[in-house]
């Protein structure tokens, strides 16, 4: 595989675009989006005007969680968020997805994470337009050396690990428009130096009750434009309840449970605006059941 084919998207977005919507979209405490936002505007600012040896601002920030939670949503979302504080209100957003680069091929890991990371992507961001790289599912590429022997070419990740934390030094020191958004599922696998470098490391938590009302709540109201019924349910105090049996469920998961709802009967198939408190509250459990967790656990929790 090319390093090309790891860049997913590259696009340059404004304030005003329709990619505001993406940021909208995930419901998590406020503080989790002022957090990203600020310190993506802080970085940006602080390493055009004073040097590295002052800042140790790496221009890097971190978003774990569980799967699931908003966490490639929100790096994505965060170009059109930013854009109306930098001069000329536009802002570079390139998608990585880095699974790709591990090659096969003893030490080609290493070659290629630092072709993509210290030679294409800079050359992308030529211009100096400030510039959001999203490293997507980072731990594929920094994955921690102290665990490497879980790996199946421990010597091969070593490297491309030390080629990853290289880079973030180079760029810090040289590409102060180029801010890094890493997103993790995990982070015990994560390298301490990678995380050491992170100016943020940012926990994307799984909903709690009043996030979980909100997610189905907003999922039905969408599709109210069309079934105007689901609207009602929508507002129902029922939501309150059902979303207090949905602990444990992912934002991803809360979304889709109201298709699985749809899903239960051909009549709400045909007509979704017949879907019942009981219909949501059957899917709701269904799927709390399939996360595993056993129910006196959910209780007491
Ligand atoms: N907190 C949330 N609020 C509302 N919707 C959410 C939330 N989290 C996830 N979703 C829904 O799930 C979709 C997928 O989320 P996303 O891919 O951003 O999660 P992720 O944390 O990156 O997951 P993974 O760790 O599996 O990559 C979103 O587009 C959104 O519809
Ligand atoms: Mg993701």
Not at 240 to 254: E, S
Not at 256 to 281: S, W
């Amino acid at each position: 595989m090319r390093v090309q084919e790891c860049v997913l998207s590259d696009e340059v977005i404004s304030a005003d675009s329709a990619e505001a919507a993406l940021w909208d979209a995930i419901v998590v405490p406020k503080e989790i989006k002022e957090r990203l936002r600020n310190q993506t505007v802080l970085s940006l600012f602080m390493r055009r005007d004073l040097p590295f040896a002052v800042t140790a601002l790496h221009g890097l920030c971190t978003l774990y969680g569980p799967p699931g939670t908003g966490k490639t949503t929100l790096a994505r979302g965060l170009p059109a968020q930013i854009a109306c504080y930098v001069p000329g209100g536009k802002v570079r957003r390139i998608e990585i997805n880095p699974h790709g680069l591990m090659s096969a091929e003893h030490g080609q890991s290493q070659q290629r994470v630092s072709e993509l990371l210290s030679e294409y992507v800079p050359g992308l961001a030529s211009d100096g337009l400030p510039t959001v790289v999203i490293l997507d599912e980072v731990e594929s590429m920094a994955v921690a050396r102290s665990a490497a022997s879980l790996a199946a070419n421990p010597a091969d990740v070593h490297r491309a690990t030390d080629a990853v934390l290289t880079v973030l030094d180079l760029n810090a020191a040289e590409h102060p428009h180029l801010f890094f958004v890493a997103t993790s599922n995990f982070t015990t696998a994560l390298d301490e130096a990678f995380l050491s470098r992170s100016d943020a490391a940012i926990l994307v938590p799984l909903p709690g009750p009043e996030a979980l009302r909100e997610i189905m709540a907003s999922t039905l109201l969408t599709l109210a434009d069309k079934y105007p019924a689901l609207g009602e349910l929508a507002r129902s105090s029922a939501i309150d309840h059902i979303a207090v049996a949905a602990r444990g469920l992912d934002g991803r998961r809360t979304r889709k449970v109201v298709f699985e709802a749809l899903a239960q009967r051909l009549d709400t198939v045909l007509d979704p605006g017949n879907l019942t408190e009981d219909d949501l509250a059957d899917a709701v459990r269904n799927a709390v059941a399939d996360t595993g967790l056993p129910e006196v656990s959910r209780a007491t929790h």
